[in-house]
């Protein structure tokens, strides 16, 4: 492991390894990704469901999605490395009358940007997903341009990327602190030894608080689990078998039942499905609660019916790194010059790294952005009540 390097990125998930490629695009090679598990990719990123979307509530999120998907989708002629992904749409189901109001004014602020998102009333919706129970739901959204993504796939591409370039990265590293010259970052410590540099990029995750207690900066990020399961039929066998035709979709569709944040899309020969629980407090926990598992049914058996007999072949659980207001920290500390934080997208932090990561790039470099980053200063929650991201899945 080098000593000396010009920029060191601690974590590497999706956003860590999407800005060492981004600053390697603009000649900062002498970086150093450090990730602590043996493997890239091991914390959020790939537990994640690998969804990506336009269908935000917030302008700035609607912008990093679109720049985030057009990258997706031609990222093997941009990054090198292909990947797999499939643009089946994302379908949100609005049951509550506050929602309908809400999303009414989100699709408005969508097509305003360009983005092809359409209103369907319940027996539309339920044509675009066989086996949906549509019951109670009083109007829904539909964006052919979302879809599903590989994360492992990404973060490796971005990964190879960047060592092709001459990033050096590092694993099974853990840091285990940050000298300060003063205000300004001078050396980051691990348990490989320390390494000189004036610039730290905080990519850890829900880990990301962690860090910056390190030099005494507060990055309000806390770690929420998420569970996801894979449903077979219930007497094996894959749902595209003929005896199962017509009881879930054939594409990728990412269904989202808004009210009760159950979600569901096909993988492979299963239906992964999900669902947050209201209960869950922070914490780095990340066994699979099978407890919860009769309230996922509960409410996956009331839109998609077939999952009442299904067997649940595996599960994992994950870490969401939630803000208070559900948006991103992108950029630097004023209280530590050469500290940056690139963290907290509560649930959408794969599918914006590749914009996210290109944007605080171009930071780092001195060069104009193109972004408005105020919605996701890291003094913003002591400046004022931000207004936050409400399409939180």
Same mark, same amino acid.
């Given at each position: 492991?080098?000593?000396?390097?010009?920029?060191?990125?601690?974590?590497?998930?999706?956003?860590?390894?999407?800005?060492?490629?981004?600053?390697?695009?603009?000649?900062?090679?002498?970086?150093?990704?450090?990730?602590?598990?043996?493997?890239?990719?091991?914390?959020?990123?790939?537990?994640?469901?690998?969804?990506?979307?336009?269908?935000?509530?917030?302008?700035?999120?609607?912008?990093?999605?679109?720049?985030?998907?057009?990258?997706?989708?031609?990222?093997?002629?941009?990054?090198?490395?292909?990947?797999?992904?499939?643009?089946?749409?994302?379908?949100?189901?609005?049951?509550?009358?506050?929602?309908?109001?809400?999303?009414?004014?989100?699709?408005?602020?969508?097509?305003?940007?360009?983005?092809?998102?359409?209103?369907?009333?319940?027996?539309?919706?339920?044509?675009?997903?066989?086996?949906?129970?549509?019951?109670?739901?009083?109007?829904?959204?539909?964006?052919?341009?979302?879809?599903?993504?590989?994360?492992?796939?990404?973060?490796?591409?971005?990964?190879?990327?960047?060592?092709?370039?001459?990033?050096?990265?590092?694993?099974?590293?853990?840091?285990?602190?940050?000298?300060?010259?003063?205000?300004? %970052?001078? *050396? #980051?410590?691990?348990? @490989?030894?320390? !390494?000189?540099?004036?610039?730290? +990029?905080?990519? =850890?995750?829900?880990?990301?608080?962690?860090?910056?207690?390190?030099?005494?900066?507060?990055?309000?990020?806390?770690?929420?689990?998420?569970?996801?399961?894979?449903?077979?039929?219930?007497?094996?066998?894959?749902?595209?078998?003929?005896?199962?035709?017509?009881?879930?979709?054939?594409?990728?569709?990412?269904?989202?039942?808004?009210?009760?944040?159950?979600?569901?899309?096909?993988?492979?020969?299963?239906?992964?499905?999900?669902?947050?629980?209201?209960?869950?407090?922070?914490?780095?926990?990340?066994?699979?609660?099978?407890?919860?598992?009769?309230? %996922?049914? *509960? #409410?996956?058996?009331? @839109?998609?019916? !077939?999952?009442?007999?299904?067997? +649940?072949?595996? =599960?994992?659980?994950?870490?969401?790194?939630?803000?208070?207001?559900?948006?991103?920290?992108?950029?630097?500390?004023?209280?530590?010059?050469?500290?940056?934080?690139?963290?907290?997208?509560?649930?959408?932090?794969?599918?914006?790294?590749?914009?996210?990561?290109?944007?605080?790039?171009?930071?780092?470099?001195?060069?104009?952005?193109?972004?408005?980053?105020?919605?996701?200063?890291?003094?913003?929650?002591?400046?004022?009540?931000?207004?936050?991201?409400?399409?939180?899945?």
């Amino acid at each position: 492991m080098k000593q000396t390097a010009d920029a060191v990125i601690i974590g590497g998930g999706c956003m860590g390894c999407s800005v060492a490629w981004h600053l390697s695009q603009l000649g900062i090679t002498n970086t150093l990704l450090i990730e602590r598990e043996p493997q890239l990719a091991a914390g959020s990123t790939g537990k994640n469901a690998g969804g990506v979307r336009h269908q935000f509530s917030h302008a700035a999120n609607i912008a990093l999605s679109i720049e985030s998907i057009a990258m997706i989708r031609n990222f093997e002629e941009v990054v090198g490395s292909p990947i797999d992904f499939h643009q089946d749409g994302y379908l949100f189901l609005l049951s509550k009358t506050a929602d309908v109001a809400a999303f009414l004014v989100n699709v408005q602020l969508q097509k305003a940007d360009g983005i092809d998102v359409r209103w369907l009333s319940a027996p539309e919706a339920a044509a675009l997903a066989p086996g949906l129970d549509v019951t109670g739901v009083k109007g829904a959204t539909y964006c052919p341009a979302d879809g599903v993504a590989d994360p492992n796939g990404v973060t490796m591409g971005f990964a190879h990327g960047a060592q092709a370039k001459g990033v050096e990265i590092v694993r099974d590293t853990e840091v285990t602190g940050i000298r300060l010259d003063g205000a300004r %970052v001078a *050396e #980051v410590r691990t348990s @490989r030894g320390n !390494v000189s540099t004036p610039l730290v +990029v905080n990519a =850890a995750g829900p880990w990301a608080k962690s860090i910056g207690r390190m030099i005494g900066v507060d990055v309000p990020v806390e770690p929420e689990r998420r569970h996801i399961f894979i449903a077979s039929p219930p007497k094996g066998g894959a749902w595209d078998d003929a005896t199962h035709a017509g009881q879930v979709p054939t594409n990728k569709l990412l269904v989202i039942d808004f009210e009760t944040g159950f979600y569901f899309h096909r993988e492979g020969a299963g239906v992964l499905f999900g669902m947050g629980d209201p209960d869950e407090r922070p914490g780095f926990d990340i066994t699979v609660r099978w407890d919860f598992l009769p309230k %996922v049914i *509960e #409410v996956a058996m009331r @839109r998609l019916p !077939v999952l009442a007999d299904a067997a +649940v072949s595996h =599960a994992w659980a994950g870490l969401y790194e939630m803000t208070p207001d559900h948006n991103p920290i992108i950029g630097v500390s004023g209280d530590v010059d050469g500290f940056y934080t690139i963290a907290g997208f509560s649930g959408h932090g794969f599918q914006h790294a590749p914009a996210a990561g290109r944007i605080l790039a171009d930071v780092i470099a001195g060069r104009d952005p193109k972004f408005d980053l105020t919605p996701f200063a890291l003094d913003r929650f002591e400046k004022r009540a931000p207004a936050g991201e409400g399409n939180v899945v």
